[in-house]
């Protein structure tokens, strides 16, 4: 399968998706946030130099998800009050894309989600119930985040963000939800928690020492 | 590498963090690799900010507790349930029921990959902790996790009171949270409510050698005290199931009696009525009576024995004799009767019938040979001997019943008497404690 190669409209360097879906991707060598238009890719943006982190994984480790296989492709970072997570952008082996986040080695799994009527950030208080897909979720917590940075591919545009409003919605399964009011049209993710173990990662990172 | 590899310039591998603490400049290595919120200073007890590349003070506590030290040392790396994990935060929280403080340990572990785990350690007793990633449905009395049932233990405020080393959440001296427990040994199930939010975990009990050998600790654990909250029962059994098989072994036992009484032959062989007379007898008191044939297998012999006696006793000498072989069966039976009147109103002793089983005797031609005695104020007397062939012999059932029966009384009153110290430490203690008296058992 030949993926789609063009150049850095900044530094010239070579840039290759690795997921023909991607409208976003940073050139590896001098950090521009590039966006693909119908002819070539365009400078909108530059990335600042990611704070350190501490997410064993990496973009390019690979691992598995019920029976289908992925790669990560990309993330966003943000930070809050207590820390920062990642939300790992992973291209599954059947074409579709979905987010590995990892907050404090707490791993999870979701996908972009259509639903309408989804509350207004402002409208959200904790204990609020919802009902997607005929499940039950209740808000845990609203978390105030700012953006920190992107790296790799994205499926949409997403630079020069600042304050971004989560809310997180647990179950009484496995399954979760997130509420994300980066963009004026809040967006819906649904997803389970995984076990570090089942998602059979490689190509992570190494500790120091460890 | 084919064109297009990234080039190696990803983030430097992670290392552990080597700062000074900005109160007194002692050494301070955060070792968890950013996961870190607030990190305490051993030498001077300032809880810093481990998010802030300088490290400012959010808290001072007096270490008035500097005595408090961890039984697994800060750094200490271990093997629990097959993953590598450091010690990386220590804190004492204590409790206060009925003006009593009472005090436990919280050991925070790390492994980069895995995450943060926990350790508890109270009286010698261990859990292992994680926090939830499903919420359990709670209501006063019990806790639904994972389609488990947990029952209400004990509500209680926490203090933490000291703390050393890495946390990845805001640690504080002095801050209360209330930590409601739910059980299900070996399970527990904590809700800890600060401010607004609850924080769910999951612990399992663990034995203090288990951690000395995940941590490779010299020497031994503290040895446990009573009964914890979530401590498996010794009684590994299943009490009611243990109930319900001997149940079913009782019924077995007497489907088997109905059985063997229903193939039992119970043959009248002989049946004979004698005069015992004090004044014939004084020469040659035993005879012998008519040969009866026992046919068929091997099996049990009855002899019955009535006498009339009130007030006396009478005392006969037998031998089953088997006519061909000439093997003898020896046995005495007493057969006596007493009844009278005293202040604490009419009482009897003995009875006028007697009767012995003699297992095993083969089939053949037999007889009896009688010798009787009797009370020296007795001058005659009738007595009716009677010997039935192939009669059931429940006794053995008795026994198995009794050895079966043994065992699961005790086991269960181990089951019980276990969680009944368990739950005399939680808010449901069970009633009639004080008051009862057969204790030492």
Redesign the interface.
């Known amino acids: 399968m030949s993926?789609p190669?063009a150049n850095c409209p900044n530094c010239g360097a070579?840039i290759?998706f690795r997921w023909s879906s991607s409208v976003q991707t940073v050139c590896?060598?001098c950090k521009s946030i590039l966006v693909r238009t119908d002819v070539d890719l365009k400078k909108v943006g530059q990335v600042a130099d990611?704070p350190?982190?501490?997410s064993?994984i990496?973009?390019?480790t690979e691992g598995k998800y019920g029976n289908k296989a992925f790669v990560v492709v990309g993330r966003i970072l943000y930070g809050y009050d207590?820390?920062?997570w990642n939300e790992w952008h992973v291209m599954m082996n059947d074409g579709t894309s979905a987010w590995l986040s990892d907050a404090?080695?707490?791993y999870a799994l979701s996908l972009s989600s259509k639903a309408v009527n989804l509350p207004a950030a402002a409208q959200v208080h904790?204990g609020q119930q919802f009902t997607w897909n005929n499940q039950s979720y209740?808000v845990?917590?609203i978390t105030p985040a700012h953006y920190r940075g992107v790296e790799g591919e994205l499926p949409f545009q997403y630079w020069d963000k600042t304050d971004v409003t989560f809310v997180d919605l647990?179950?009484?399964?496995?399954n979760f939800a997130t509420l994300d009011y980066s963009d004026p049209e809040p967006a819906l993710y649904l997803g389970e928690?995984v076990e570090?173990d089942e998602l059979n990662l490689k190509n992570?990172?190494?500790?120091?020492?460890? | 590498m084919s064109?297009?590899t990234?080039?190696l310039?990803?983030?430097p591998?992670?290392?552990?963090r080597a700062l000074n603490c900005p109160k007194c400049g002692a050494a301070i290595t955060l070792h968890?690799?950013?996961?870190a919120?607030t990190v305490v200073c051993a030498s001077c007890h300032s809880i810093l900010d481990a998010?802030d590349p300088n490290l400012a003070i959010l808290q001072r506590f007096e270490a008035a507790t500097r005595d408090v030290k961890p039984l697994i040392p800060l750094g200490t790396r271990g093997k629990l349930r097959g993953t590598?994990y450091e010690l990386i935060g220590f804190q004492r929280r204590s409790t206060q029921v009925d003006g009593i403080t009472y005090y436990w340990h919280e050991y925070v572990l790390f492994?980069?990959?895995?995450?943060?785990r926990y350790l508890s350690e109270y009286n010698g007793h261990w859990n292992d902790i994680s926090?939830c990633?499903?919420?359990?449905?709670a209501d006063g009395g019990g806790a639904n996790y994972l389609g488990e049932t947990y029952k209400h233990f004990q509500s209680a405020d926490a203090d933490t009171d000291f703390v050393l080393g890495e946390f990845?959440?805001?640690v504080r001296v002095g801050e209360k949270a209330a930590v409601t427990d739910y059980v299900h040994p070996p399970r527990v199930l904590s809700g800890e409510k600060l401010d607004?939010?609850v924080t769910w975990s999951i612990g399992e009990y663990m034995y203090g050698r288990e951690i000395w050998e995940s941590f490779k600790l010299p020497g031994d654990p503290p040895a446990p005290i009573g009964v914890y909250e979530n401590q498996p029962s010794p009684v590994t059994l299943n009490v009611t199931g243990m109930w319900v098989a001997f149940a079913a072994f009782a019924v077995f036992l007497l489907v088997l009696m109905a059985v063997f009484d229903m193939r039992a032959k119970k043959e009248p062989v002989l049946q004979e009525t004698y005069q015992y007379n004090r004044a014939e007898s004084k020469a040659e008191t035993s005879f012998v009576t008519d040969v009866f044939e026992l046919t068929g297998h091997t099996s049990t012999v009855e002899v019955k024995t009535f006498a009339p006696v009130s007030n006396h006793w009478i005392y006969l000498n037998y031998a089953l004799i088997n006519q061909d072989s000439g093997q003898a069966w020896d046995f005495g039976r007493e057969v006596s009767y007493y009844s009278g009147y005293d202040s604490d109103g009419s009482w009897t002793e003995g009875k006028q019938h007697d009767s012995v089983v003699i297992p095993s005797v083969p089939p053949g031609h037999y007889y009896l040979r009688i010798e009787p005695e009797a009370d020296p104020s007795l001058p005659n007397i009738p007595y009716t001997v009677e010997v039935i062939h192939d009669v059931p012999v429940f006794g053995i059932y008795g026994i198995a019943f009794l050895a079966l029966l043994v065992p699961v009384v005790i086991i269960s009153f181990r089951a019980y008497t276990f969680e009944r110290s368990r739950w005399s430490e939680s808010d449901h203690p069970p009633m009639e404690l004080s008051s009862s008296s057969g204790d030492d058992e």
């Open positions: 993926q190669v070579k290759v590896e060598y990611l350190p982190d501490s064993p990496q973009i390019s207590q820390g920062g404090q080695s707490e904790v209740t845990s917590v647990r179950t009484e399964s496995r928690f570090f992570l990172r190494s500790f120091e020492g460890w | 064109a297009g990234p080039p310039s990803g983030p591998k992670p290392q552990a968890s690799f950013g996961q919120v998010k590598d492994n980069p990959y895995k995450g943060i926090i990633k499903t919420l359990p449905i990845p959440w805001q607004k939010e």
